[in-house]
C-alpha cells in the first residue's frame, strides 16, 4: 500500500464548477502538506503550502488538512481553462527533505 | 527573481552510456533535491544536497549519483543507463531555514534511453 493515495481522475468539470481534489496518507508523521499543479511537459508549481491541521485560502484556492482523518483536500472555485492540469499532493515532516507525493489527479475543465 | 533552471531540457541517450544533468537554484536557495517522475513510479525522491553535503538520499541503486558545488549549483550523474532510466528528472530548490521549506522545481530534464 502506498503512503499516499490520490485518485488519478482524470476528473472533468464544466468552467465555473467547484473542483474537489483529495488525498489519503497513511504515516501520521506528516506534518507539512503540499498541493503542486503540472501542466503537461513541465515541471510542479507550488500552489498551497500548510503546516498541520486547518484551513488556508489564496484566490480561488483552499486546501483543507484533517489530520485525525489522514486527510487532504483541495477546493478550486470558479474553475478555468486554464486550471486543466495534473494536480499533485505531497507531504513530509520536519527534518525530512523528501517529499512524499501521490500520484497526481488530472483535471479538465470543459469551456 | 528567476526560478530553477534544468540543462539540458531533452537528451536522448543510448543504454550503457552516462548522462550528467544540471540545475541552477533560485538565488539564495541552498538546498537541492533530485527527483525522478515517470507515468508508472510518479514521482520519487533522488537524493538532497546542502552545502556541498548529500543529506539524504531515496531507495536509487548506485548508478545515480550527484554533487552540489559552492555556489548551490548542483548536477546528477547516471552511469550504465537502462531503459527504465528514461523518465523526467525534476530538481527542486528550498532556501532552507529551520523549518520545513517550501520546495520548487525546475521544468525537469526529459531523459529518453534507447
Known amino acids: 500500500q502506498k503512503e499516499v493515495e490520490q485518485d488519478p481522475g482524470p476528473l472533468s468539470v464544466p468552467e465555473g464548477a467547484i473542483v474537489s481534489l483529495n488525498c489519503t496518507y497513511s504515516?501520521?508523521?506528516?506534518?507539512?502538506f503540499m498541493w503542486y499543479r503540472q501542466y503537461s511537459r513541465k515541471g510542479p508549481e507550488l500552489l498551497m503550502y500548510?503546516?498541520?491541521?486547518g484551513n488556508k485560502e489564496d484566490g480561488r484556492f483552499t486546501a483543507q488538512v484533517d489530520k485525525s482523518s489522514k486527510y487532504i483536500s483541495l477546493f478550486i472555485r470558479d474553475s478555468q481553462p486554464s486550471d486543466s492540469a495534473t494536480y499533485l499532493c505531497?507531504?513530509?515532516?520536519?527534518?525530512?527533505?523528501?517529499?512524499?507525493f501521490g500520484s497526481g489527479t488530472r483535471l479538465q475543465v470543459q469551456p | 527573481k528567476a526560478g530553477v533552471t534544468q540543462t539540458p531540457r531533452y537528451l536522448i541517450k543510448t543504454r550503457g552510456q552516462q548522462v550528467t544533468l544540471s540545475c541552477s537554484p533560485i538565488?539564495?536557495?541552498?538546498?537541492v533535491s533530485w527527483y525522478q517522475q515517470t507515468p508508472g513510479q510518479g514521482l520519487q525522491f533522488l537524493f538532497e544536497y546542502f552545502s556541498e553535503t548529500q543529506r539524504n538520499k531515496g531507495n536509487f541503486p548506485g548508478r545515480f549519483s550527484g554533487r552540489q558545488f559552492s555556489n548551490s549549483r548542483s548536477e546528477m550523474n547516471v552511469s550504465t543507463l537502462e531503459l527504465g532510466d528514461s523518465a523526467l528528472y525534476l530538481c527542486?530548490?528550498?532556501?532552507?531555514?529551520?523549518?520545513?521549506?517550501?520546495?520548487?522545481f525546475g521544468p525537469g530534464t526529459r531523459l529518453t534511453v534507447t
Open positions: 504515516n501520521s508523521a506528516f506534518q507539512y
Open positions: 505531497a507531504m513530509t515532516y520536519t527534518g525530512r527533505r523528501a517529499l512524499t
Open positions: 538565488s539564495g536557495h541552498r538546498s
Open positions: 527542486a530548490s528550498s532556501l532552507p531555514s529551520g523549518r520545513q521549506d517550501e520546495q520548487y
Open positions: 500548510t503546516y498541520s491541521s
